[in-house]
Each structure stands twice: as C-alpha cells, then as structure tokens.
C-alpha cells in the first residue's frame, strides 16, 4: 500500500478520554503499516503541548487550533443551512494541508475519526475512505432534542436531521463506515436511507483497553479516598459531557439515599475533569465527594471498592466500564453503560436498570467482600482476553489495506522509482 492519511477532531494525545483513547490507539497502529499524515485541532493549550508527540508519530502534520466559539459557529451554521458540528471543525489550513498532501503523497486510504472531519474529503479522492464513526451522532442529537427544552430543542432535532443526512452521505462515500460495537452499527445501518443502506459496508472494530497500564499491582491507593467511609463506589470521567453528570446526579439523589439505608457510611466519588455546576454542588450531599480532574486516575480506582455507572443515555463502549473492570473492580452499571461490553451480567459485571435494583446490587457486593473479589478478578480476565487492543484493532489492516483503489497521487507514477521520505511534506505547526 502507499500513505496514509489520518483526519482526527482532536489531537489523539493525552489518552485519557474515550474519543482519544480510541483515536491514539488507532493511529499508532496505522502509523506502523505506512508512513501517516494527520490532520488535526488542538483546542488548548494542553492539547497544543502534545505536539512534539504528534510530530514523533507522523510524517507530517498539520495542528490547527479551534478558535471559533460553539455559538459563533452555530450562527454560521444556521446562516448556511448546515450542521453545528461541521461548521465548528471547519478550517481553512486544514482544506490546504489536506489538499497539499493528497496531490504530494502516494496516499492510498484516508482514515476518518469522526464525522465531523468527513468534510475534508474531497469529492475526486480516488483512493480507500474509512469511516470511523465512532457512535451515531445524529441519534444522540435526536435524544437530546427529546429531553431539552425550546429552543434548545429545536436546535438539536436540527442538528440530529442534519448530521443523519451526512451520515448517509459519507456512507455512500466510504468503503467501510466504522461503528464501536454491533448496537451502533445496526442503528447506523437502520437509519440510513434504502439506498445508501444497500450500498453501506458498515462494520464494527470495538474499544480496548491498555491491560498493562490499567493493572491494579501497578499502583497504590490513592490515600484521600481510602480516607472516605465504605463501601466506597466510584464514578469517572469528563463530568462536563450531559450524559455523565445526569449520572453522577442520578447516582447521588437517586440511588445513594437508598445505599445508605443499608450502608450509612458508604460514599461516592465523582472523578473527572471539568465538573459542572449541577455536579460540584454534589459534593456532601448523601456521602458524595467530587474530587475533579485528577493527573492520574488509576490510583482513584484502585482506591475504591467498586464502579457505579448508572448512565441513562449512553453511545457506543464506555471506557469507564474497561478501566474500572481493568482495574479488578466489580462494577455496577445500567444496561446502557454496558452497551457493546459482551462480558456476562453476574459473573463479570452486575447489568441493573432500576435504581431500586442499583442500590440492591451495591449493597449486596458490599456485604459480600469475597464474593466482590472474585466478580472483580472476573472482570479483568475478561477485558484482558476480550478487550486488549492488539486484539480489537486486529481488523483494521483490512479495511485499510483491502481493494484495487489507488489515489490519484499514484497515477503515473513510475513504480520504479523510490519515493524518498524527503519529498514528505514538512512538519505544520500550530495554525489560529
């Protein structure tokens, strides 16, 4: 095969969020089958301080930062008729970086992260397009529409209408449209027009998890919450994201009164970056600490006694869930945290949906201890069988590599002739 190219949202660096563990992981692997050029944002200067990592990993590279405000580029979008989530990942030197490289590069296949950057390929691009959805986009804009109240409504069925019409469009486009578990995919495949849906090679590739990093001998206990009462139960992730606050909410107000009718000393722990509002004033209500973003979650984990997930709108495989059953934890989760997770509901995993039914589990693995321990080991065999990541992305050569396609870089290309790496495209830095 040739080069790759490799279209990214966010930059695939630090791993410690779902869409850049997925993202870094995918990446990595590309980038030891072919030479790969990335097209990515930064949207910080915390993202922007990954880049020498970016530039070890890439033969070039284009970082620009997204600098357009989410309400700027609503008002864009609704001048122009298109959806929020594309015209805010819009950006004039990504179009010129990725135009530049398709016509330098023998590119072969571009690979997708995210329908967001479906936008940047171009209509002739002759070689292998792979789609990474991720999840479905436009079904969780559709959720939200249901749940918000006017206008904020009505901009989410907008936005849920508009990006279905682009899934459907980049279906059709692509050799395969990638989706995180066999849920989202035969939700993808159902909401797609007659059509497309006939033409669409949808498949799944799933999450894994770094078994080796996330090992509960690696790390001690983080000491502030073996300080906390028990049974201690923990909940993590970005608590900015609606579905993970509406859980952490859940969880206190809901679920911990009736725990702690059993359990008077249990306590819960909301660990994530960027907590709203509704999520800090948690903090000493029914034994609820939020501790905020912390430099390194495993030590929280391996400090608890088990993970409460009770997610009530969820897409695609949640990390939270590998971490924590990674990590030995016996986990307790809505059917929707557990979507996409083929572990089996009471021997790796306690799959609950009522709140009534949450409490019931927690308490009974609290009075439990040895019976705790083993659903935990259970667990981390599991993901380490199931969910490591040589295993998931074992597909992925396939679907980039598979076909007759040739960019049109390659045509007229003398397959004598070497291709130097010094006719690479140079290294792009951050753009405004």
Known sequence: MGEILFLSHRIPWPPDRGDKIRSHHILRRLARMAPVHVATFAEGEEDAAWEVELAMTARSYCLARR?????????????????????????????????????????????????????????????RVVMDFVDVDSAKFDAYGLEACWPVSWLHRREGRLLRAEEARLAARAEASVLISADEATLFAGRLPPAERASANVRVLGNGIDTELFDPLAVDPEPRIRQAGGPRMIFTGQMDYPPNAAAAIRAVTRVMPLVRTQLPDATFHVVGRKPTAQVRALHGVNGCHVWGEVEDVRPWLRGADMALIPLSLARGVQNKVLEAMAMALPVVATPEAATGIAAVNGRHIAITPTDTEIAAAVIRLSQQPEHSRIKGLAARHFVEDAHNWQAVLAPLSGMVMDGPHQGPAEAGRDPGKQDPAADAPPMLRLHG
Request: a positive charge; hydrophobic letters at 45%; proline letters at 8%.
């Open 67 to 127: 600098t357009v405000s989410l309400p700027m580029a609503g008002l864009a979008a609704l001048a122009q008729g298109k959806p929020i989530s594309l015209t805010a990942f819009r950006h004039a030197a990504l179009s010129r970086y990725v135009a530049r490289t398709l016509a330098d590069r023998p590119i072969s296949a571009i690979y997708v992260f995210s329908g967001q950057m479906g936008q940047y390929v171009p209509p002739d691009y002759a070689g």
